[in-house]
Structures are given as C-alpha cells and as structure tokens.
C-alpha cells in the first residue's frame, strides 16, 4: 500500500476494501428489511452502487495503479444504472434520478466526483451513461459546474449562470476570472472549504471511527484545473488529488467549446 492520504493503516486498507468488495455477493445471499420485494430491491442496489464508488477511492487513497482505477469505473457506473431502473421501478418514477443533486450537497458532491473521476482517468466514453441517468430527471442545463465539467466532452450542453449549492463558487469563479493570479488562489480556497462544507455527508469524520473511511478528495478541483489550465501550484491540502491530476495531464485534454469562453 502507498496511501495517498494519512489516515489510512495498512490493516484498515485491505479490510476494508475486502468489505466493500464483497457487498454485492453479500446482498445476493442475503435478504433486506424493507416494506416491500422492490423496495428490498433498491435499497439493495443502493448499497452496491455506493459500495462500489468507495471501492474505487479507497483504492485511489491506498494507491492503487491509475489503470486499475480506470477499469473500475465501468462497475461504478453500471451500479448507478441498475439502482437507478430498481428505485425507477419502487417508485413507480422511471426517470427519477439516482441522486438528488438539487437538494443534498453530499449528493451532488457524488455526482461531479464521478464525473471528475471519468474524466481524469481517461474514461470519458462513460459519461453520456452516467449524465443521461440525471438529465433525464430534468437536472441537465442546471448547474454551471457541471455543465462546465461536460462541455468539452458532451454535445449541445447548456450555458448557464446558477448552481445547486455555494461550496462550487469559487472553484466557478476559477473557470471565469480574468485576473490571471486569480484561479490558483480561488483553488486554494476551495479545498480549504471542502471538507467543512460537507458536514452533514455520512462519510464526514469517518476517518475518528477507523473502519468506514474510503478517503476525502476533491476531485473535480483537480478536473476543473486538468480541463482549463488552471495553476495548482499552489494548492497544499490533502483533499486535492494531485497524482490523478498529475496522471491526467499525461494526455491532452479537449478543446472547450467556444460559447464557454465567452460567458
């Protein structure tokens, strides 16, 4: 193991990434409380989709290889997609949204992980999967972070001036300042306000219990630096995930539509 990040011992490693792995076998063999045989069912699918993300930055933290990674996503997002059919099925909504990137931030802060995760890793063959899955819920033209994180990879994305939640703004004004000092104080500052901002996630201060903790990364900082440019040299703390970004940058990334840059 060659952790990326402190909190993480040898022996929480490997058992804990052994129990995530085994999540989904474990729900196979075993039956779930639930009002219902489809609500067992999503709430099932629920457990293994998240199971599977954790898995995948537990690696990241433990330092597992970058293509090891990459070849994870496609389970991550095939978990989103089957939770998605098994909830749309409970609650009788087919295009409802697997997450609730409106009204919980540590659900949006899920969805433009994985988005980062997809495009620093190279995967980005992924994304019209994964931003279908909310777009259809009518989340797509909403949000200018993530929209700015898929322009340059999806066709005909909105240009919009609003976003869910307040933690984004300064990596936003990162993307659109014309003071050229200005993105790499702005990406200080928000990975200073990362993990506070997100108090209330289940997986803030898991790191106290020893047991649950997959690691803490802000990796769409590191995606919106990897896709404008950005000068993160100055950016000291742990959340940011410099060697995936230091990874990426080993290819080049698309081009940014035009109406973009002229926001």
């Given at each position: 193991?060659?952790?990326?990040?402190?909190?993480?011992?040898?022996?929480?490693y490997?058992?804990?990434?052994?129990?995530?792995?085994?999540?989904?076998?474990h729900?196979?063999?075993?039956?779930?409380?639930?009002d219902?045989p489809?609500?067992?069912?999503?709430?099932k699918a629920s457990s293994v989709?998240?199971?599977?993300?954790h898995?995948?930055?537990?690696?990241?933290?433990?330092g597992a290889p970058?293509?090891?990674?990459?070849?994870?996503?496609d389970?991550?997002i095939e978990g989103?997609?089957d939770?998605?059919?098994?909830?749309g099925?409970y609650?009788?909504r087919p295009?409802i949204?697997?997450l609730n990137?409106?009204?919980?931030p540590?659900?949006y802060?899920?969805?433009?992980q994985?988005?980062?995760l997809c495009?620093?890793?190279?995967?980005?063959?992924l994304l019209?999967?994964?931003?279908?899955?909310?777009?259809?819920?009518?989340f797509g033209g909403?949000?200018?972070?993530i929209e700015?994180?898929?322009?340059?990879?999806?066709?005909?994305?909105?240009d919009?001036d609003q976003?869910?939640?307040?933690?984004?703004t300064p990596?936003?004004?990162?993307i659109?300042?014309?003071?050229?000092?200005?993105?790499?104080?702005?990406?200080?500052e928000?990975?200073?306000?990362?993990?506070?901002?997100f108090?209330?996630?289940p997986w803030?201060d898991?790191h106290?219990?020893?047991?649950?903790?997959?690691?803490y990364?802000?990796f769409e900082?590191a995606?919106?630096?990897?896709?404008?440019?950005?000068d993160?040299s100055?950016v000291e703390h742990?959340?940011?995930?410099?060697?995936l970004?230091e990874?990426?940058?080993r290819?080049?990334?698309?081009?940014?539509?035009?109406?973009?840059a002229?926001?």
């Amino acid at each position: 193991m060659n952790r990326r990040q402190v909190f993480l011992s040898h022996k929480q490693y490997h058992d804990f990434l052994e129990s995530l792995a085994g999540e989904e076998a474990h729900w196979q063999a075993h039956s779930m409380m639930a009002d219902s045989p489809e609500q067992e069912a999503s709430l099932k699918a629920s457990s293994v989709r998240r199971a599977r993300l954790h898995h995948l930055i537990l690696g990241y933290t433990g330092g597992a290889p970058m293509e090891q990674l990459a070849r994870e996503l496609d389970g991550v997002i095939e978990g989103y997609e089957d939770y998605q059919r098994k909830m749309g099925v409970y609650e009788e909504r087919p295009d409802i949204a697997p997450l609730n990137i409106e009204d919980y931030p540590d659900e949006y802060e899920e969805y433009v992980q994985v988005i980062s995760l997809c495009i620093l890793l190279q995967r980005s063959d992924l994304l019209p999967r994964l931003v279908l899955l909310q777009d259809r819920a009518g989340f797509g033209g909403q949000d200018t972070l993530i929209e700015d994180l898929l322009k340059a990879y999806l066709p005909d994305r909105e240009d919009v001036d609003q976003w869910f939640h307040d933690v984004s703004t300064p990596l936003i004004r990162a993307i659109y300042t014309e003071d050229p000092d200005e993105p790499r104080e702005l990406l200080v500052e928000y990975c200073n306000q990362w993990y506070e901002a997100f108090e209330q996630a289940p997986w803030h201060d898991s790191h106290l219990d020893g047991e649950s903790y997959f690691g803490y990364w802000a990796f769409e900082a590191a995606a919106v630096a990897y896709l404008y440019g950005l000068d993160d040299s100055a950016v000291e703390h742990m959340v940011f995930p410099r060697d995936l970004l230091e990874y990426a940058r080993r290819f080049t990334p698309p081009p940014i539509p035009q109406q973009l840059a002229q926001h």
